[in-house]
């Protein structure tokens, strides 16, 4: 089911300004999906997801953990934190 969730998802156009993103749209997506169905009702609740529960949830769908650790804002990453 996830893997038809990516496909799904991969198949829209992404016409954000290409030198502007850090992420495929498809990845954004799932997370943002993903955390929607945790509850999240913002933003703010997705970066939290994002940086927190990403990674071992995702990793099945074939995404890099380095790629989706880095979704969260910079602000929420562990070398941030520590300054």
Known sequence: MLHRL???????????QQ????HRLDEVL???F??????????TDM????ATRVSPQLNCLGYAASSLSSMA??????SAMSS
Do not use: Q
């Not at 955390?35 to 933003?43: I, P």
């Open 6 to 16: 990516r496909s799904a998802f991969s198949l829209f156009d992404d016409t954000r």
């Open 19 to 22: 030198s502007k993103v850090l």
């Open 30 to 32: 799932v997370c943002s």
């Open 34 to 43: 993903c955390a929607f169905l945790c509850d999240a009702d913002s933003f």
């Open 47 to 50: 970066e939290d997801f994002a």
């Open 73 to 78: 804002h910079p602000r929420m990453t562990s």
